[in-house]
């Protein structure tokens, strides 16, 4: 990979309630291997790994944070991550997680922007992201889906230096991308039509993989629930799913060369 541009999605996670189940799901639905860090200095953070190089992390959720959703969670890269908050806290966002030094790796923080999106920030210490990204197996794409559209365009431009592209604004569909073309590094839908009342505004995860329809039988043979079916799209074949745990992602299947 080329280095990760400062505001670009730099690396994943997924706050499981159920770490045994989730490694066996997404091994056998992506080929992921494992690596668990040291329980003492990293609370045995899980690094998941696709042919022997970095992909995401997984952790055990607090058991005092019942009734919270398992979930997928983006983080965006930052050079300063106190400057950062400051900067989101001005804007009209809320810290769910102050700035932590985690051993050895970089900092992260964890917050929230003005139409309810949870997104985690980080700087880069020994860890400097994702090593394989847009592969199969891989996370191949981020997407913001908001119901504040023009508040979150300006939040995280404001924030994380955005420079964005209008890639449709239509009633019925407006999308802006981060970068633009092939530089593209992430998405923002206005998703108001989009998401029921009761979901708030959420950070999507688009893994990559090789045959759409055979990856949703196999994630269904596994406990998974599709909540948007495989379709074709410009951008290739996709489909939503949930985790046998309820994390919500998607998979899309480049279109053929």
């Not at 280095?3 to 999605?9: C, F, R, T």
């Not at 494992?34 to 329980?39: L, R, S």
């Not at 979930?71 to 900067?87: E, K, N, Q």
Request: hydrophobic share 40%.
């Amino acid at each position: 990979m080329t280095e990760i541009p400062a505001g670009a999605p730099c690396w994943i996670d997924l706050m499981t309630s159920d770490p045994a189940k989730a490694k066996e799901f997404y091994t056998a639905l992506f080929g992921w291997t494992y690596e668990v860090g040291d329980e003492e200095k990293y609370g045995g953070y899980t690094t998941a790994f696709k042919d022997g190089k970095s992909v995401a992390g997984l952790m055990q959720s607090d058991q005092d944070d019942a009734g919270y959703p398992d979930m997928w969670s983006t983080y965006l890269r930052v050079g300063d991550i106190d400057a950062t908050v400051a900067a989101a806290t001005a804007a009209g966002g809320v810290t769910y997680m102050a700035p932590m030094d985690v051993p050895e790796q970089g900092k992260m923080a964890m917050l929230g922007d003005p139409g309810g999106a949870s997104v985690g920030v980080w700087e880069f210490g020994g860890h400097t992201g994702f090593q394989a990204h847009a592969v199969d197996g891989a996370a191949s794409w981020h997407e913001l889906w908001t119901k504040d559209y023009p508040g979150a365009l300006k939040f995280y431009q404001d924030v994380f230096g955005w420079k964005t592209a209008v890639m449709s604004d239509t009633a019925e569909f407006k999308y802006s991308t981060v970068g633009e073309g092939q530089d593209a590094v992430a998405g923002v839908l206005d998703a108001t039509n989009d998401l029921p009342g009761h979901l708030p505004s959420t950070w999507q995860v688009y893994f990559q993989v090789a045959d759409a329809d055979a990856s949703v039988a196999t994630a269904l043979s596994l406990g998974a629930t599709v909540i948007q079916a495989a379709e074709d799209t410009p951008f290739g074949r996709l489909a939503g799913l949930t985790d046998p745990t309820g994390a919500m992602f998607k998979i899309i299947q480049p279109p053929a060369r």
